[in-house]
């Protein structure tokens, strides 16, 4: 039997296994020569072929059940201090080993995860002048691949300046794409592009593409580890070229060999729903090194948050300062009362008075506010049996917020707290980090040195167990596989704005985020807002059945009650679902969706035998059917529905929801009746024993 807290179980031999000889070309003999590299996927749904060409360039290629999906594209960097590494390489050696093993989660969309693969090693040297070398590896799943370059030690680079990567992607098809523009001022908080695969400008990963016969790929990165973040510049056509986030210097990443590169990654699905349920970006991440996490539990939470952003509380003190003793003693009150396990508190502490977006000098992240007393407030809480969710908003200070980390973090673990919501609210390239001189500089958010603080902060959170949800952070790369306190993060336009976005969020957004930011990994959208009415006229641009089927929909191991407490206190039927809903998951299927439309998703509960769908759409109204096949054959459920109600749509009619009830069994199909950007919740609860 697999001990649950078991964080690594093997269902298949580890160790690398050689594939036949005849999936590789033979190795050259007598140095680095011109050749080509093959390898498979373990059922040959991909394969991969590697050439170094007469003229040195080496560039890889893919093909999906024999079709070219990634036409040749190079390889290779620009360095700032010594000649490119591109042109004169050769095959000094190659081999491809197999790997298969199933892994457990300690939290997350599914429990096990199968982690079976092929890699492609090739060695590659430079057939002339300073015979410098590198290993391009490929790891080739049935539903995707990761590759990344690795340096090895040696005499003639051993400090690597690296001014650009080089690295291609060739989309061999015509298609759509849905994107970010990179590099603009407001980081990833903004509404995705869909245009033709050749009208992508500069685009931030993941980059999500539709091509004609209906493939889907989605381009983007697996463990970011002291390195620049990639972003993808399209030169031609299809043809994609990394762009690496800037550095303090001309060179946007500065390391000492051997060092590896992060993986970078395509997904590729025959539908869109492929996308999601693949676990390529977790796999091409190292196994955890934190040992036993059992002290964070996923939860939903309350908190003193959407006040703020509706403008009728602040941040700052004075009159209407919103994280008061008092106030914050009601969401403990009220989190108790309703079985949440976390309130969370933004503008607690000093710092938040004058000029801090884009500053931060003036936070302190131990000493609170005169009005919030902290040890009243943290004792309250342990009396209720709640969680004070900590707040460190730095205003993008990431070099001030280091040299208060282990206090900060010492006085969570002294109040029995164990997750914190950090934020870097500052301007694209206004993060301020340690410049190496004793002083600080600014940078990009997902430059090198933000990757180091971003690891840094986890490591340091994870002394004094605690769990980090980071906002405005760096990109998402299956890092929490290896840190499992990464929790989750924003890192793209959450429900805030709804209350003063210019323009709100449309209701294409969160089926275009399931397909796009949401391939990353879990994200803090902050749903359940009831209160429709903000301080933009369209309000919140969605139905409550969708409010509530994104607590399926959109995962993170902490979800929040975002709303006031009196718009759930008013509204207790549909409140019901938030309560019940769960958040920590046996397995997740996608029943259906296509990207920016609409999408159905069910997840198991892996504390129960209950399900959980959550469906929603774009403006449209649609009526989309959901085979019960996923319930436990022979087995009754009750389906409790949270459906939108007559006459229900996103603009004017946002409240109409039918809660009703029936009996069902994975026999059945539902048939869901989506409003204009509306949603349907369902929860599904076992009736006695499954018959055997």
Excluded at 119 to 130: A, F, H, K, T, Y
Excluded at 287 to 301: A, E, I, T
Excluded at 474 to 486: A, E, Q
């Amino acid at each position: 039997m697999i001990n649950r807290r078991s964080l690594i179980t093997t269902s298949a031999a580890i160790a690398a296994v050689p594939v036949a000889a005849s999936a590789q070309e033979a190795a050259p003999a007598g140095g680095p020569q011109p050749g080509v590299a093959r390898a498979a996927s373990p059922e040959g749904v991909l394969s991969v072929e590697v050439e170094a060409n007469n003229d040195g360039f080496v560039s890889y290629s893919v093909s999906r059940l024999g079709r070219r999906i990634i036409a040749p594209s190079r390889l290779g960097f620009l360095l700032t201090d010594a000649k490119k590494l591109e042109r004169a390489f050769g095959i000094l050696d190659q081999s491809v080993t197999s790997h298969d093993e199933t892994w457990e989660q300690p939290w997350g969309e599914r429990r096990f995860i199968r982690n079976r693969y092929n890699e492609l090693r090739v060695q590659l040297q430079e057939r002339w002048g300073d015979m410098r070398r590198m290993d391009v590896v490929f790891r080739l799943y049935d539903d995707g691949l990761g590759f990344r370059y690795e340096f090895p030690e040696q005499e003639n680079l051993k400090t690597v300046n690296i001014g650009a990567e080089l690295t291609e992607f060739a989309v061999a098809d015509p298609g759509t794409a849905w994107w970010l523009p990179a590099f603009e001022y407001n980081r990833a908080e903004y509404l995705y592009n869909r245009t033709d695969i050749d009208a992508v400008g500069v685009s931030q990963t993941p980059l999500t593409m539709r091509l004609e016969d209906g493939t889907h790929i989605s381009i983007h990165e697996a463990a970011l580890v002291d390195y620049s973040g990639m972003n993808l510049r399209r030169v031609e056509g299809g043809k994609f070229r990394a762009m690496l986030t800037p550095g303090l210097t001309s060179a946007a990443v500065v390391r000492e060999a051997p060092f590896h590169t992060p993986w970078r990654t395509l997904q590729i699905a025959d539908q869109a729903g492929g996308l999601v349920e693949s676990s390529l970006i977790l796999n091409l991440n190292e196994p955890n090194k934190l040992g036993d996490v059992s002290w964070f539990k996923p939860m939903k939470y309350v908190g003193i948050w959407w006040d703020m952003h509706l403008d009728t509380r602040s941040w700052n003190s004075g009159p209407k300062h919103g994280a008061t003793t008092e106030y914050t003693m009601r969401h403990i009150d009220f989190a108790a009362e309703h079985g949440f396990g976390g309130v969370l508190v933004e503008g607690w502490n000093v710092g938040w008075d004058g000029e801090w977006f884009g500053t931060g000098w003036n936070y302190s992240f131990t000493q609170p506010y005169p009005d919030f007393d902290i040890e009243r407030v943290a004792a309250y809480a342990r009396q209720k049996g709640v969680e004070i969710v900590g707040h460190h908003e730095t205003g993008g200070n990431a070099f001030h917020y280091e040299q208060q980390l282990d206090a900060a973090f010492a006085q969570m673990q002294r109040f029995g707290w164990h997750s914190v919501k950090t934020g870097y609210v500052a301007d694209a390239g206004g993060a301020r980090v340690a410049d190496g001189n004793g002083g600080s500089a600014l940078a990009w958010h997902e430059g090198q040195h933000m990757a180091r603080h971003h690891l840094h902060v986890v490591e340091t959170a994870a002394k004094y167990e605690v769990a980090v949800n980071a906002h405005e952070p760096i990109k998402d790369t299956g890092l929490r596989r290896t840190y499992p306190n990464t929790i989750s993060r924003e890192g793209a336009r959450g429900m805030e704005y709804a209350a003063w976005g210019q323009p709100a969020n449309p209701p294409e957004h969160e089926p275009n985020l399931v397909f796009t930011r949401l391939l990353a990994g879990p994200m803090d959208y902050t749903p359940g807002i009831f209160g429709m009415q903000t301080r933009v006229p369209e309000g919140v641009a969605t139905t409550w059945a969708k409010q509530l089927a994104l607590y399926v929909v959109i995962y993170s191991p902490i979800q929040m009650a975002a709303d006031l407490l009196e718009n759930y206190e008013a509204n207790p039927a549909p409140f019901q679902f938030i309560k019940d809903v769960a958040v920590d998951w046996e397995d997740t299927r996608v029943l259906n969706g296509e990207v920016g439309d609409f999408v159905t998703i069910a997840r198991k509960d892996r504390n129960s035998d209950e399900w959980f769908l959550g469906s929603i759409t774009d403006e449209r109204p649609r009526v989309l059917t959901a085979p019960l096949g996923f319930l436990d054959p022979g087995r009754r459920y009750r389906a409790e529905i949270y459906a939108d109600g007559p006459g229900a749509n996103f603009t004017d009619h946002r409240t109409a929801i039918d809660i009703s009830a029936r009996e069902v069994t994975s026999a059945d199909v539902l048939t869901l009746r989506l409003a204009p950007g509306g949603g349907q919740a369902i929860r599904f609860v076992p009736l006695g024993r499954a018959r055997r």
